[in-house]
């Protein structure tokens, strides 16, 4: 089985509340992203685990949190959510670097 | 920095015509380069990649790119089109020994009008 899964797909929220998104792959994939996509943008790489190291990008660094409490599953977290979150997030998995990503299909996230 | 630019927002063509979409990069180092493909409805597909060696990597589906050092370019090929090839595609850039970190193009939207 090669697919990533995300729950829940689509997500509404409050301006200021917290706002916490799932993901999970069983390919045994050591490394976990999180990117974030508006529309007509490119996917933007919010932060990714090296096994149980989280790497978070530096323009992102305050906004978003996430943990891995095993191989399995990441989840990203939002402690407030502005409406500039709104967009959608997208779960990556791979074997290591160079390999290719394994992405699944996303949260659309809408705040406001 | 490291930067992909897909300058071609959409591209329209006929089935069976040859279809080649851009993409260049900016990166100081050698770069490994990927193409994405996501159908509608669909999620991101990996469709190729180029780490090393030989510069004209074969993927799925057909596809195949070049990479061109002399100007920075990591352009899609196939010939001939499909209509089931009408998705949005992005190119995307890994930094220095596979560091994990890809940036993306903004992508391009293909129409192949059967």
């Known amino acids: 089985d090669t697919t990533v899964k995300q729950n829940p797909r689509y997500k509404l929220a409050r301006v200021g509340k917290p706002v916490n998104l799932i993901c999970s792959q069983t390919?045994?994939?050591?490394?976990m992203y999180w990117y974030q996509k508006k529309p007509n943008q490119a996917p933007k790489l919010l932060l990714f685990?090296?096994?149980?190291?989280?790497?978070r990008e530096a323009d992102t660094f305050e906004k978003f949190q996430s943990s891995r409490p095993n191989n399995s599953f990441c989840s990203l977290y939002i402690g407030s959510a502005g409406l500039e979150y709104s967009a959608m997030y997208l779960c990556?998995?791979?074997?290591?670097?160079?390999?290719?990503?394994?992405f699944g299909p996303g949260t659309r996230l809408t705040v406001l | 920095a490291q930067s992909v630019d897909q300058p071609d927002a959409h591209v329209t063509l006929s089935e069976g015509a040859s279809l080649e979409l851009r993409c260049s990069y900016s990166?100081?180092?050698?770069?490994?380069l990927f193409w994405y493909v996501q159908y509608p409805g669909q999620s991101l597909q990996f469709l190729l990649k180029?780490?090393?060696?030989?510069?004209v990597v074969k993927g799925t589906k057909g596809f195949e790119a070049e990479f061109r050092k002399s100007n920075s370019s990591f352009n899609l090929k196939k010939s001939p089109a499909h209509w089931s090839d009408s998705a949005k595609y992005f190119c995307a850039l890994e930094g220095p020994g596979g560091n994990n970190k890809l940036t993306f193009g903004q992508g391009t939207v293909l129409s192949v009008i059967p």
């Open positions: 990166y100081s180092a050698a770069p490994y």
């Open positions: 990556a998995s791979s074997r290591g670097t160079v390999y290719e990503q394994y």
């Open positions: 390919m045994n994939h050591d490394t």
């Open positions: 685990y090296y096994d149980k190291i989280l790497n």
């Open positions: 180029y780490i090393t060696g030989d510069t």
